[in-house]
Nanobody, 124 residues
Framework: QVQLVESGGGLVQVGASLRLSCTAS????????MGWFRQAPGKEREFVAA????????YYANSVTDRFTITRDNARNTVYLQMNGLKPEDTAVYSC?????????????????WGQGTQVTVSS
């Protein structure tokens, strides 16, 4: 069982930056692809970004490309989401997820483990 704990959310103004972190309990973290998803009130969960187990391959949602960057530090069992140029439409609960596979995916169904989420609120 992989436990994931997110941190780094908060209330910021338009244009600000935040860095989310997700730390995993699993010693074989380096064998898991990781993803970030978000869910706004009244909306479906949506894909944000994903990174392969080695960190070489990344995917981004069109809405965050050029503003968000996903990275990972396998020595620290941690994946990060650097968010720049935040917009009100980025307001959501952000959750990280782990998939026991080397390659990232935009599909939430492949991720077996999920964190509790961290709230990001962007005010105008």
């Amino acid at each position: 069982q992989v436990q994931l704990v997110e941190s780094g959310g908060g209330l910021v103004q338009v244009g600000a930056s935040l860095r989310l972190s997700c730390t995993a309990s699993e010693r074989t973290f380096s064998s898991y692809a990781m993803g970030w998803f978000r869910q706004a009130p009244g909306k479906e969960r949506e894909f944000v970004a994903a990174i392969g187990a080695s960190g070489k391959r990344t995917y981004y949602a069109n809405s965050v490309t050029d503003r968000f960057t996903i990275t990972r530090d396998n020595a620290r069992n941690t994946v990060y989401l650097q968010m720049n140029g935040l917009k009100p439409e980025d307001t959501a609960v952000y959750s990280c997820a782990a998939a026991p596979r080397p390659y990232p995916s935009v599909e939430d169904r492949v991720y077996d483990y999920w964190g509790q989420g961290t709230q990001v609120t962007v005010s105008s």
